[in-house]
């Protein structure tokens, strides 16, 4: 299965508003990415970077053109076959979203408790051991509201990735990191894609992971502009 591509995307457009507002965001974009590999998007605010990420992650309706994830098609696909593919995806965001009453470990389990995922125990266990993970073992029992921007996005990263996601789809996830932390992300999001396959999906300006990149794909104006491989 390693050969067959994680996403396919063939002659992708998008458009928002209606009427006279009407304006295309996305043209045209073809590409294919393989299982277990990192991809940054990058390019200008503006060209499109986060309209393709959630249209390639499910979270955004295909209106033209074809998206095959985990060898289903998005474009027309009904709404539980979107859910149970959604299910099989990790997402990190900028606005972390974190429930401010609930503790880092309670927002990590809850990763695991929407997949139904293990007993209570093992859910517990693998929630804690992620949390170390990111390097929050410290700090478990923390809520929200008394952890840094740093710190709660970690815990995000450690929720996306409690449930063993086959696809990491993430929006800007080391921009509220230090450069260490933010390495420390993207190094476990690449070791996962080498263990378990993960293939991971990344929008971001931040110049310091580039390396770590297996490919790099540059946005401008809703067009692929340049897609580089390592
Ligand atoms: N919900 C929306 N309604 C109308 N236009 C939108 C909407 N979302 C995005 N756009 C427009 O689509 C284009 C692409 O936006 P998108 O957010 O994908 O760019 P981006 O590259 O991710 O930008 P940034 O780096 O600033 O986040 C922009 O012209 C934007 O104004």
């Known amino acids: 299965m390693r050969n067959v591509p994680a996403i396919t995307a063939e002659g ?87 429930h401010e009453s609930l503790s880092a470990e309670q927002n990590v389990l809850m990763g695991l408790q929407v997949h139904g995922k293990g007993d209570a125990h093992k859910q517990l266990e693998a929630s804690r051991h992620v949390l170390g993970l990111v390097g929050l073992g410290d700090r478990m029992n923390y809520l929200p509201a008394n952890l840094s921007g740093g710190q709660k ?15 990491v789809f993430a929006d800007e996830p080391t921009a509220a990191l230090d450069k260490e932390s933010g390495m420390t992300v993207v190094q476990m999001l690449k070791a996962l894609g080498k263990t378990r396959g993960t293939t991971t999906v990344m929008v971001t300006h931040d110049n310091r992971i580039l390396d770590m990149a297996d490919r790099i794909i540059v946005l401008e104006e809703g067009r692929i502009v340049s897609d580089t491989r390592k």
């Open 12 to 98: 992708l457009n998008h458009w928002f508003g209606t009427g006279e507002a009407r304006k295309q965001a996305v043209f045209d974009v073809n590409l294919e990415i393989e299982r277990g590999s990192l991809t940054i998007l990058m390019g200008p605010s503006g060209s499109g970077k986060t309209t393709v990420l959630t249209l390639l992650g499910c979270l955004r309706d295909v209106q033209e053109g074809s998206v095959e994830l985990l060898d289903t098609e998005l474009n027309g696909a009904p709404e539980p076959l979107l859910v149970a593919t959604r299910r099989r995806l990790g997402f990190i965001f900028q606005a972390h979203n974190l």
């Open 153 to 167: 996005q970690r815990v995000a990263v450690a929720r996306a990735l409690v449930s063993n996601p086959e696809v």
